[in-house]
């Protein structure tokens, strides 16, 4: 019985963890891409539909004042689909052939927030869970 319990309260936490519904983003790995900072963010759909195309608009405010907006997709919104299935994990990237660079490096971005988010489930649907984002 002891047994028992013991592999029970191993395997809740997991099984709640993985139940809760929701799509957390957070930060990704920056890089550095012919001078320009190019931002990341790391998506786990906790939730139980597929997303087919997130998008996180990120204000990057520079040390100079400027700002810039960056838009980190999953996939190309009308190119081949890339869904974020139950369970799975993916990483939001700046499409550089389709965007404007940074023009600065990482070194030089202070802070970042969030002004925009864009998710959406199959036939361009809202998704209906919450999508937290921590830049």
């Not at 809760?20 to 012919?34: F, H, K, L």
């Given at each position: 019985m002891k047994t028992v319990l013991v592999a029970?309260?191993?395997a809740l936490p997991t099984a709640a963890a993985f139940a809760?519904?929701?799509?957390?983003?957070?930060?990704?790995?920056?890089?550095?891409?012919?001078g320009n900072c190019v931002p990341s963010l790391v998506?786990?759909?906790?939730?139980g539909e597929t997303i087919?195309?997130?998008?996180?608009?990120?204000?990057?405010?520079?040390?100079?004042?400027?700002?810039r907006i960056v838009?980190?997709?999953s996939g190309y919104r009308e190119g081949a689909p890339s869904p974020i299935?139950?369970?799975?994990?993916?990483?939001l990237r700046q499409h550089l052939d389709t965007s404007r660079a940074l023009g600065?490096?990482?070194g030089e971005v202070a802070e970042r927030r969030?002004?925009?988010?864009?998710?959406?489930?199959?036939h361009g649907m809202a998704c209906a869970s919450s999508v937290s984002v921590l830049p």
């Open positions: 029970l309260s191993l809760a519904n929701g799509i957390d983003v957070t930060r990704g790995g920056d890089s550095n891409v012919y998506v786990q759909n906790k939730s087919d195309y997130l998008q996180v608009d990120v204000v990057l405010a520079l040390r100079d004042g400027r700002q838009e980190l997709k299935a139950p369970g799975a994990s993916t990483t600065v490096p990482c969030v002004s925009r988010t864009i998710c959406e489930t199959a």
